[in-house]
């Protein structure tokens, strides 16, 4: 089992409507959730973190998280056409341990 | 510029050779990181330096590939041999620290990359 997991794609959405994309985790002591963007040749942009069970909204971006499911998720409200790219999920574990564990990243496509 | 830097972009060397990748984090942050990211995958993790040291070096596939920071600031990447199977982008992250209470101090900033082509 990958310790994070995430479904490939593409996830097709049309212009306005709400992505979302989900994210599973196996290490119950993670304690950082991350969701980064990365456009095709490009390197990954961070897009929001979340530490606390619950939703965090951040513009058109709401990240949800639940521990107890190990599961963590990111809704794009109004998604655009220049929103298409792909998703990485990030996790990292306690303060002993400073790596990132990513996802191999949903691609996400919106069409105008 | 304000961000992460890697030179060279892209480096496209023989079997057998040797690289270095270098990596300058923005200003201020301690916790340096280098991943790799190979096609159609999420970066995987190497190796990270708190200031000088490196704190985790769990990720680095075998002895082949090392990495200094060593004034703290600046790093390279080092991999000697190399093989065909080396060929990816080489990311570098920076965060302001690495430990301590969870919040954005410890966000992970990345550079550009530095795109390894090994023929």
């Known amino acids: 089992q990958k310790e994070v997991e995430q479904n490939s794609g593409p996830l097709s959405v049309p212009e306005g409507a709400i992505a979302s994309l989900n994210c599973t985790y196996s290490d119950r002591g993670s304690q950082s959730f991350f969701w980064y963007r990365q456009y095709s040749g490009k390197s990954p942009e961070l897009i929001m973190f979340i530490y606390s069970n619950g939703d965090k909204e951040d513009g058109r971006f709401t990240a949800q998280l639940n521990k107890a499911s190990q599961y963590v998720s990111l809704l794009i409200r109004d998604s655009q056409p220049s929103d298409s790219a792909t998703y990485l999920c990030?996790?990292?574990?306690?303060?002993?341990?400073?790596?990132?564990?990513f996802g191999t990243g949903t691609r996400l496509l919106v069409s105008p | 510029g304000a961000g992460v830097s890697q030179t060279p972009s892209n480096k496209v060397t023989e079997k057998g050779k040797y690289v270095e990748l270098r990596c300058d984090p923005i200003s201020g942050h301690t916790a340096l990181y280098w991943y790799r990211q190979s096609l159609g995958q999420g970066p995987e993790f190497l190796i990270y330096f708190q200031g000088t040291g490196a704190a985790d070096d769990s990720g680095l596939p075998n002895d082949r590939f090392f990495a200094v920071r060593p004034e703290g600031s600046v790093s390279t990447l080092k991999i000697q041999r190399t093989e065909r199977g080396d060929s990816a982008v080489y990311l570098c992250?920076?965060?302001?620290?690495?430990?301590?209470?969870?919040?954005?101090?410890?966000?992970?900033?990345f550079g550009p990359g530095t795109r390894l082509l090994v023929l």
């Open positions: 992250a920076s965060s302001a620290r690495a430990s301590g209470v969870s919040g954005s101090g410890e966000t992970q900033y």
């Open positions: 990030a996790v990292k574990g306690d303060t002993g341990f400073q790596k990132l564990v």
